[in-house]
Structures are given as structure tokens and as C-alpha cells.
């Protein structure tokens, strides 16, 4: 009995925020490079190691076309407000999804390739993705 219970205490839920539309991300990151927050979690808090492929699935379907449209306006604009939040996302998703064994792996791949045509040496990237990474 006690290791069921010491089993659930190492468990985490994913935080509501985490389940918002694409616009509502979209919006809160307006706020990078302060801290971004997701009805009060931080973006890495939706990478919860206990999450099933569905909980998986929501969150790509939230992030992933946030990531696309200001990958589209970065690359337009590389050292605009968009890129400074792309960058935002990446550092917050590479935090997140850093102690998951690789559960969210397709996620980050799919995120990431958003910033393959883009300056990544820009200094807006650069410093969102240093916010998202440290508050994200």
C-alpha cells in the first residue's frame, strides 16, 4: 500500500491552462519575454512525464500552430515581436519537455523545425528563447 501512494505522490496533473486554444497561447505570449502563463502555469508545465498520448496529442495541437504562425512572421521580420516570442516558446518547450523520457519528443522535433529557415542569431530569437528557458 505505501508504494502505491508514494507512486502517485511523484505523479503531476496537467494544469488546465495547458488544455487553452492556440489563440489564447498566442495571446499570453504577448507577455515574453516576461514570464508567460497559461491561466497561471508556466508553458513547461504542461510536459507532465505522466501524460498519456492524448494529453500529448491536445498540447501539440495547441502549440504547433502557434509555433507555425510566428515562424511564418519571424522569418518576415527576424528581429520582430515574433520572433522573440517563437524564441519564448522554444526555450519554455526544450525546459518542459527536458525530464519526460522523450514522451514529447515528436512535439519538440515539430516545434523546432519552425526556426529551420530562421535567423536564430537574430537578437530577439536569442533573447526569447534565454526567457523561455529560464521563466517558460
Known amino acids: ?3 502505491a501512494a ?3 505522490a511523484g505523479e503531476r496533473t496537467v494544469p488546465a491552462g495547458c488544455r487553452s ?3 489564447a ?3 499570453a505570449l504577448r507577455a515574453a519575454p516576461a514570464p508567460v502563463r497559461l491561466d497561471g502555469a508556466p508553458i513547461s508545465a504542461c510536459f507532465v512525464p505522466s501524460s498519456d498520448a492524448s494529453e500529448v496529442t491536445r498540447l501539440g495541437s ?3 500552430p502557434v509555433a507555425t504562425s510566428l515562424g511564418e512572421r519571424a522569418r518576415a521580420q527576424p528581429d520582430g515581436p515574433a520572433a522573440l516570442r517563437l524564441g519564448y516558446l522554444v526555450g519554455a518547450v526544450r525546459r518542459g519537455a527536458g525530464g ?3 514522451i514529447y ?7 523546432e523545425q519552425e526556426v529551420v529557415s530562421l535567423d536564430v542569431r537574430s537578437r530577439a ?3 526569447g528563447q534565454r526567457a523561455g528557458r529560464a521563466t517558460g
Open 1 to 3: 500500500m505505501l508504494l
Open 6 to 8: 508514494v507512486g502517485c
Open 21 to 23: 486554444e492556440p489563440a
Open 25 to 27: 497561447i498566442q495571446a
Open 62 to 64: 495547441a502549440l504547433l
Open 100 to 102: 519526460t523520457q522523450g
Open 105 to 111: 519528443a515528436e512535439l519538440v522535433r515539430r516545434i
Open 125 to 127: 530569437f536569442r533573447r
